[in-house]
């Protein structure tokens, strides 16, 4: 190779080599750039987020009337918009009972939102919230406050003359509140409570009660929905032996039949299917093998789960010494003519739900060891029927509370119920007897959404608004 020829190599090597390193250092540039911006937008998002839980913080305290003005920085909001929306997210809160329902609150709530690219940080209803490619999550929470049975929700309504601010700093002050709130009569005697939110965040929200809130959540998806449910207790009291709802009282033949002292007929009796389901579930994961009380010792404090019918070749005896004794029944529950019986003399009971009917005959019987009737000692609660199909002619004795509310009970020969009982209707003849516990008197039974169930005796909601004006 002459010199020319090897001037020429030299000078398209060198050409070469610095396109390579210009082609790299651009794309050093470009990736450093792309990553820096990055890093800039998730620092800025971090910032507004900051600044929204401090705006959460001071709008709280502004709406709930210890303040009445405070100044707000959301930090730096050039590199994304800010938007306010007051009819953006919706709260009803409403107390559904059998035959009606009545609405304590239904209204528009107001956001504010930083968006920032796919990213969203959001103030509502006193909370903090974000969004990434359209899945919501908490920052901090709302102001939603449960405890010992009692709900107290401040609902902060947010308002504002700007919907697309330019600036993020700002006072937020009272405003003057419509309050569609209607009053509650406290304490609440029966029904669910249901807290429903509509919002962009429904996911946060959902969260939220269900994490932190109690109660039973539910979520839907397709209209960006939560809804949280509390369920308010109902206490039965058993003033006379019989207790009667719309199927009333019948008397074939025997005796005289029951005195009009000893029932009442059109009684509204709270339904039980809630209590059983929630215990049977709750039996099913914890609860140790019916079949453990079956072995002839006596059956001691802890809850029994049976997954299917039981039908007693022999009886059980319960002590209750050391606490009450559960026993859950996913199907029915024939006693046949075996006797449950109390051996112990203290003041704890077992508790049975049935997820089915109670059926006795012969001389099949529940009670104690103890002369005197200890009728609140063992307590029924029974979704379908109570000596229905099976009245039996022997000697079945009852000695319990019995709650069932839904059972069309048929009883003769020369069954006996003593202690307190709630049927649907109840049928008799022969030489059958009823005797009520007296200790029954001034005494209730609570029915709830049983175990694992968070109830509500007290609700408190209010509106709150504030407004959020911002510097121009």
Partial sequence: MDSGDRAQSEVIGAVLLLGIT???????????????????????????????????????????????????????????????????????????????????????????????????????????WSSRNGRGQMISPPEYHYRESTLTFPVVRLTGDESTPSSGTGVVRRATSDSGVAETDNPLRNGTVVVEVQSDYYEGWYDFFSQRADGSVTKDDANRTTTARLV???????????????????????????????????????????????????AADSGANFSDCLDGAACENGTYFASGDVNLE????????????????????????????????????????????????????????????????????VRDGFLEEKPGGGTVDIEAVVYAPNSDTDIGGNVALRGGFAFNSLTTKGSFSVEHDESLLGREITITGGAGQNPITYLHVSENAVEVDFDR
């Fill in 314 to 381: 022999n009886g059980v005896d319960f002590d209750t010494s050391d606490g009450n004794v559960t026993i859950v029944v996913d199907g029915d529950l024939d006693i046949d003519n075996n006797e449950l019986q109390v051996t112990d003399s203290g003041d704890n009971a077992v508790k049975y739900y049935v997820n089915g009917s109670v059926y006795a005959s012969g001389n099949g019987a529940i009670g104690t060891v103890n002369e005197e009737i200890e009728a609140y000692r063992n307590q029924v609660y």
């Fill in 232 to 282: 308010v207790p109902d206490e039965v009291a058993f003033d006379r032996a019989v207790s009667l709802g719309g199927g009333g009282y019948t008397h074939n033949s025997g005796n005289g039949g029951l005195d009009e002292s000893e029932y009442s007929e059109g009684d509204s009796h709270p339904g039980i299917e809630s209590l059983i389901e929630s215990n049977v579930e709750s």
């Fill in 22 to 128: 210009i082609a790299a250092v651009t794309a050093t540039v470009a990736t450093g750039s792309a990553a820096l911006g990055l890093v800039t937008d998730e620092a800025r998002s971090a910032s507004v987020e900051n600044g929204m839980s401090q705006l959460s913080s001071q709008s709280s305290l502004v709406a709930l009337g210890e303040t009445d003005a405070r100044r707000f920085d959301l930090g730096s909001v050039d590199g994304g918009q800010l938007r306010l929306d007051e009819d953006a997210g919706r709260v009803e809160v409403r107390i559904e009972r059998p035959n009606e329902t009545e609405t304590t609150y239904n209204g528009s709530i107001g956001t504010l939102e930083y968006v920032d690219g796919d990213r969203t940080v959001a103030l509502q209803g006193g909370g903090v």
